[in-house]
C-alpha cells in the first residue's frame, strides 16, 4: 500500500491531496480571495495566506480521506509526504515546501518532490479512461504554455513552448483591456459564448517551430481598441461579447495549429490537455473537433484537476514512490526549474 499526502501551494491555491495506491480520496482546495481587489496576485498576500491555510486544509485531505476509507486514518499513516518544489512563486512554494519536509523529519516518512508542469500532464493519469504512452499534452495555464511529449509517468519532454507570454496571460491581459475583473479567462469564455468568433480579427503570430507567441496578439488588441474607442467611446460596452469572442477564438487558433503539427510530427494521436485555461469551453470544444476530424483519442480532466490542485501532484508523487525516487531534506525550493 502506498498513501501519500501531497501538498500544493505554487501561486495562490493551499491545496492537500491524500492519494492511496494512485486512486485519489481527496482534494482540498482553499482558494485566496485577497487578491482581487489587486487585479493579480500579490506575491507576499500569498505567502500569508498560505500559512494561514495549510494546517487547515491538510487537516480536511486527511479526514475526508479517513470518512471515504472508513478508517481512522491520520498523518501517520502516510507512507510518504510529497510536495510541489518548482516552478511558483519562491514565497509560496516555500511555505508548503518546508512544512511538507517538517512533516517528513516529524514522521521519520520519505519526502517526495514534484514539478508542478509534470503534475499538470499526469493530472490526466488522475481519472478513467487514461491513455496510453505515449501521448501529447497540451499545458496551458496562467504562467506557462507548452506542447509535451509523455514517454512514460516520469519521462516527459517539452517540445514546444511560449516564447512570450502564457495562454492564461494571453486571455487574462486582453480581459484587462476589454475592462473585466482578474482574472479574465474564465469571464472571456463566459462573454464568448454569446458572441460572434469571426467579427473581429487579431494578430496571428508566424513562429517557427512548435513555439508559440502571443505578446503580438496583446499589442494587436491594445491598438484595436484604442482606435475604436476614438471613433466609439463605448466601442467595448456595445460589443463585449463579439470582442471576448474574437479574442479567444485568436488564442485556441494559435494553441490548435501547433497542437496539429505537433501531432504530425510526432505521430502522437492520443493527446491530452491540461492547466488552467483547459477549462475554458471554447478550447475543449476546438479539442473534440479536430479529434473527430483528424482521429485523435481526446483526454481532458475534470475541471478540479485542471487547476491548480494537489491531487495532481499527489498522483504524479505515487509513480516517484513506485521508482523509489525521493528527495532529501536539502532539497530547495526553486521559482523556476527545468524539467
Ligand atoms: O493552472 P492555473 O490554475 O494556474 C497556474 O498555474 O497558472 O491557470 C490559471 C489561468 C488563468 O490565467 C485563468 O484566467 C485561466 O487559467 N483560466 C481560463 C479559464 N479558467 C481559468 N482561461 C480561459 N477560460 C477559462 N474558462
Ligand atoms: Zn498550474
Partial sequence: ?????????????????????????????AN???????????????SRAHIQHIVPVVDAAIKKAASLTQSPLSVHDMDAIAFTQAPGLIGSLLVGSQFAKSLSLALNKPLIAVHHMQA???????????????????????????????????????????????????FDKSAK?????????????????????????????????????????????????RDEKLKDENFIERNINDLCASVQYTIINI???????????????????????????????????????????????????????AAMIAITAYYKFLEEDFADLTVTASARAEW
Avoid at 494553441?255 to 494521436?269: R, V
Avoid at 481526446?298 to 484537476?305: D, G, H, K
Wanted: charged share 20%; net charge neutral.
Fill in 255 to 309: 494553441l490548435m495549429k501547433k497542437l496539429k503539427k505537433a501531432t504530425e510530427q510526432t505521430g502522437i494521436k492520443r493527446v491530452c490537455i491540461a492547466g488552467g485555461v483547459s477549462a475554458n469551453k471554447g478550447l475543449r470544444n476546438a479539442l473534440l473537433q479536430y479529434g473527430e476530424k483528424h482521429h485523435w483519442k481526446i483526454f481532458i480532466p475534470a475541471f478540479e484537476y485542471c487547476t491548480d490542485n
Fill in 120 to 170: 499538470h500532464v499526469l493530472a490526466n493519469l488522475i481519472a478513467d479512461p487514461k491513455p496510453t504512452f505515449p501521448f501529447l499534452c497540451l499545458t496551458v495555464s496562467g504562467g506557462h504554455t507548452q506542447i509535451v511529449v509523455a514517454h512514460s509517468p516520469l519521462k516527459l519532454e517539452v517540445i514546444g513552448e511560449t516564447i512570450d507570454d502564457a495562454a492564461g496571460e494571453a
Fill in 32 to 46: 485566496q480571495t485577497v487578491h482581487e481587489q489587486y487585479g493579480g496576485v500579490v506575491p507576499e498576500l500569498a
Fill in 177 to 225: 483591456m476589454l475592462g473585466l475583473p482578474y482574472p479574465g479567462g474564465p469571464l472571456i469564455d463566459k462573454h464568448a459564448q454569446q458572441g460572434d468568433l469571426k467579427k473581429f480579427k487579431f494578430a496571428e503570430p508566424q513562429i517557427p517551430g512548435l513555439n508559440f507567441s502571443f505578446s503580438g496578439l496583446k499589442t494587436s488588441v491594445l491598438y484595436f481598441l
Fill in 1 to 29: 500500500m502506498a498513501k501519500i499526502l501531497a501538498i500544493e501551494s505554487s501561486c495562490d491555491e493551499t491545496s492537500a491531496s491524500v492519494c492511496i495506491d494512485g486512486k485519489i480520496f481527496s482534494n482540498i482546495i
